[in-house]
Every structure is written in C-alpha cells, then in structure tokens.
C-alpha cells in the first residue's frame, strides 16, 4: 500500500556546518516500501559496538551532533535514522499515518535489515518511549543502554506538564520547532541549530508527525503501545544484564528527575544519574560531557 508523503527538499539541508555527515537512505523497508527513511552512518563499519541514536519529537538525528564524534572517536559506529516525519526521511501527509506500531516496526525493520549487533541503545523522548521497547524482541542484539529524558508509557497517566503540552499540540495552529528548542536548550543552540532544526519543514504541511506524536505517546488507558510499555517494563526489571548509563536534564518539567528516577528504579543495575543542572529536555545539547562520561562508565 502506497503512503502519500513529503520529501523535504536537499536544499533546506544545505547549511549545516556542524553536521557534517552525509545521510544514508533506504526505501526498501520490509512494510514501508513506498517510503524513503534517511539514516547517518558514522565511523568504523566494522567496530564491536553500534551506538543506535534515536531522537524524539520534534527532532531529527542533527539532536546526536555534540555526541557522534565522541563515539567515532572511540573507535565506535554510530546509527543515528530520522524517524519517519522527522529530518530528511520521507513524511506521511494523513495524520493517522503515524501510529506507534508504524514507528515502532520500522525501527525493528532498519535494525534487521542492517543486522546491527552489539547495539548500545542511545535514546531521548520518542526514541526512549519507542526505543526502550525493542530490546525485548530482539534481545541478542542489544548490551548496552544510554539513555536520557524520556519513559515507558503503559497507561498509567502522565504529569500535568505533560497533558498541557500535549492539549498545546493539539489545538496551536502551527508548532514553532525551532523556537521550542530554543526556549528549552537557551545558550547550548547558535543561529546555525536553529536553522538547522527549521530545516525538514518548509511549511506545516510537512508537520503531520509534529503534531501527532504528542497525541500517540500512550499515558491513558486503552491506547496503542501499553502492551509494548508493559512487556518492556518487565523486560528491563527482570531480564535486562547489560550495562547502563543515565543522564538527567534537570530543568525538563515534563520528563525531568521524578520521571526518570522512577524509569532508573525500572532498569535492572542501572547506576545514579548523571545530573546536569543547566540542561533541559533537550540533554543532547550538552551531549559531549554526557557521552563522554557514559564511554567511561560503560568501560569500568
């Protein structure tokens, strides 16, 4: 079934001095063949360690910048794909488009179809809510974990935070992406991110996943994905063995401290947080010290 989409033009990517990286695509995706996903491909191609970098909403993978040399230069490869609606891959036009399965599944389908192994989950918002779901169907692939402001949602409610960002989203005539990085990330984003953030939508008709995701994450009972949030629940408490390394954007005021201290508690052996004072939701922004110190702790 063919999906009706947007391509963001190349040219709205042509400024991009502190993204270097050229995208890699794919439009072949078992279940998503009319659809183009873009994804950056960085360091050795042959390393023991893939650090999977998944960003969230209203992001792309530009968020992974201030992290990706610091894992090449370890000696490490580094997947970081634009989620379908988001940076340079293609966006589905029909809000319904985007469920969390639709998501959730071509994830799992890039996963298979690169045969990443030896994966250390690097993920924030979306890419934690639908990231931290994965390991748990494909167990063999994943050892190791980093993550950052984000949850698993599993019907249990949210904070008023949350549900007031998500009505915000439901009713603005237009979502300002870059003025929302902005207002969160203050002095950690130049001129350039700003530009760079603006970047995958020339006009709101390009937004359909902005709009949508806030609606999708799965807080209420009977919504799409609690199964998912259950079983990764259970998967992180009871099975999960390898290593992990938080990092906690403090003056986040949707997922900040309370959340993720009850996320840690969810993660079987995960150590105490990092803290980072100045940080917000947004913790890629300060992204260099955060993987710095996760390479650090991960080789202890």
Same mark, same amino acid.
């Given at each position: 079934?063919?999906?009706?989409?947007?391509?963001?033009?190349?040219?709205?990517?042509?400024?991009?001095?502190?993204?270097?990286?050229?995208?890699?695509?794919?439009?072949?995706?078992?279940?998503?063949?009319?659809?183009?996903?873009?994804?950056?491909?960085?360091?050795?191609?042959?390393?023991?360690?893939?650090?999977?970098? &998944?960003?969230?909403?209203?992001?792309?993978?530009?968020?992974?910048?201030?992290?990706?040399?610091?894992?090449?230069?370890?000696?490490?490869?580094?997947?970081?794909?634009?989620?379908?609606?988001?940076?340079?891959?293609?966006?589905?036009?029909?809000?319904?488009?985007?469920?969390?399965?639709?998501?959730?599944?071509?994830?799992?389908?890039?996963?298979?179809?690169?045969?990443?192994?030896?994966?250390?989950?690097?993920?924030?918002?979306?890419?934690?809510? &639908?990231?931290?779901?994965?390991?748990?169907?494909?167990?063999?692939?994943?050892?190791?974990?980093?993550?950052?402001?984000?949850?698993?949602?599993?019907?249990?409610?949210?904070?008023?935070?949350?549900?007031?960002?998500?009505?915000?989203?439901?009713?603005?005539?237009?979502?300002?992406?870059?003025?929302?990085?902005?207002?969160?990330?203050?002095?950690?984003?130049? &001129?350039?991110?700003?530009?760079?953030?603006?970047?995958?939508?020339?006009?709101?008709?390009? @937004?359909?996943?902005?709009?949508?995701?806030?609606?999708?994450?799965?807080?209420?009972?009977?919504?799409?994905?609690?199964?998912?949030?259950?079983?990764?629940?259970?998967?992180?408490?009871?099975?999960?063995?390898?290593?992990?390394?938080?990092?906690?954007?403090?003056?986040?005021?949707?997922?900040?401290?309370?959340?993720?201290?009850?996320?840690?508690?969810?993660?079987?052996?995960?150590?105490?947080?990092?803290?980072?004072?100045?940080?917000?939701?947004?913790?890629?922004?300060?992204?260099?010290?955060?993987? @710095?110190?996760?390479?650090?702790?991960?080789?202890?």
């Amino acid at each position: 079934m063919s999906i009706k989409a947007l391509r963001t033009p190349e040219h709205r990517f042509s400024v991009l001095p502190n993204f270097p990286y050229q995208p890699n695509y794919t439009d072949d995706l078992p279940g998503y063949e009319s659809l183009r996903m873009a994804y950056i491909d960085e360091g050795d191609k042959n390393a023991e360690q893939v650090f999977l970098c &998944l960003h969230g909403e209203p992001t792309w993978s530009y968020l992974y910048r201030k992290m990706i040399p610091v894992f090449t230069d370890a000696g490490h490869r580094v997947i970081a794909p634009d989620l379908f609606g988001f940076g340079r891959s293609d966006k589905p036009v029909d809000d319904q488009t985007y469920t969390f399965d639709f998501h959730r599944n071509s994830l799992i389908a890039l996963i298979e179809q690169l045969n990443l192994t030896k994966i250390t989950l690097v993920c924030q918002d979306w890419g934690g809510i &639908l990231g931290l779901t994965l390991p748990m169907d494909m167990p063999e692939r994943f050892d190791q974990l980093l993550v950052m402001n984000t949850a698993i949602p599993a019907g249990d409610g949210a904070s008023e935070g949350f549900y007031r960002w998500r009505q915000f989203c439901a009713v603005a005539p237009e979502i300002p992406v870059a003025g929302l990085l902005a207002s969160d990330a203050g002095t950690a984003l130049n &001129l350039l991110d700003i530009v760079a953030y603006d970047a995958p939508f020339p006009d709101n008709s390009y @937004k359909a996943g902005v709009r949508r995701f806030p609606q999708l994450v799965p807080v209420d009972p009977d919504m799409d994905g609690i199964e998912h949030g259950h079983r990764a629940r259970a998967f992180w408490q009871n099975d999960w063995q390898g290593k992990s390394f938080m990092a906690i954007g403090m003056k986040d005021n949707v997922l900040g401290e309370d959340v993720m201290e009850q996320l840690r508690k969810t993660i079987n052996g995960c150590p105490e947080p990092m803290k980072i004072a100045e940080a917000g939701h947004f913790v890629q922004e300060y992204g260099e010290q955060v993987a @710095k110190a996760a390479l650090a702790s991960f080789t202890n």
